[in-house]
């Protein structure tokens, strides 16, 4: 579990410092007191990506340089530097060249009151969600993520490159398949798992007869090499890459019809019973449940719904859920409460 955790010029914060409990932790604080913010660090010191946002220039206080992360997780001391010039980790004081043995302490899995956008948002949403999860899943698949995304950017150059030769595209096959196939695969095995405990979930949540279905739907089919072949007329006429797992994509239905159709209270809890399946899937996968970040989602739910949430987190996981009220909250809830002061506004100094 988490028990430590110190920001240096992270978002809002010049310096700070929090300390987590196990089981619930609550961090509460008017608008824009930093809660997400919080949340958000520690994500990034046990993923070293947020969910925000895939740029992480966008989290380094504004005006600073880099950013440092400083914490302890099961007993294990994790150091993130981070600027967009320098990336530095550390375990236990020991500097780390590559990113693999860090990665392998934390699993997280991230709630919030955005998650509609799985439903309603671009395909991108629901690709950063696979990733996210495949990541902590698969070890092969960041390095395969970003050998892909390499080997995607050179292709798309050459594309818009006034006359790209036929070899030149060619040599970008090996690799583009060879790291997209597994990015496929990986990604049809993880959502094949997940669908059956989201159902499970989506039943227990809603407590409704209806129906909830995830399906990968890959751009190129099952045949990755045939479709790059063929599509090859397309990608020189409109300069890009048209097919790959860059434009993957999950089917979410409610009851046999599109997600997109259900009520916002639906949609939310679809997200949250793929949240939870998430979850579940990697308490299946590691046998410990992951730390679970909930941003401010009680609030949408009513209070059926709250409850059930309550009652589904996976027992003995870490929570960490901020909140600007605790009203909502069943007397008697034992937790661990973080009061965040307001942010002071910027003194000019005269
Ligand atoms: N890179 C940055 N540098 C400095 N300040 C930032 C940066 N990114 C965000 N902020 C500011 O951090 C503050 C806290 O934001 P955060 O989203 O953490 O608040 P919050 O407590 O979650 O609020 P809410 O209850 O509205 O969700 C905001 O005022 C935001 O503008
Ligand atoms: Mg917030």
Redesign the pocket.
Known sequence: MLTRLKLGQF??FENFEAEFQPGLNLII????????????AACVMLRLQSPRTSKLG?????E?RGLVLDGYYGGAHLQFYYSPRRKKLALDSVEQSSAAEYLRLGKVVWFSNTDIALVLGSSEVRRRFMDFLAVQLHPAYRGALRNYERALRSRNLLLKSPTPRFKELQAFNEPLLESGKLLMAARQSFITALRPLAQLAHTAISGSRETLDAQYIPSCGSDFAAALESSRGEDLRLRQTTLGPHRDDLHLLLSNAPATLGSEGQQRTLALSLRLAAARLMEADTGKPPLLLL??IFGELDLQRRAALLRELPPGAQQIV?T?QIEWLPQGLAANVLQ?PP?QPATNAT
Do not use: F, V, Y
């Open positions: 978002r809002c604080g008017p608008n824009a007191a930093g809660k997400t913010s919080l949340l958000e966008d989290i380094i206080r504004h600073a941003d401010d901020t600007t965040m942010l």
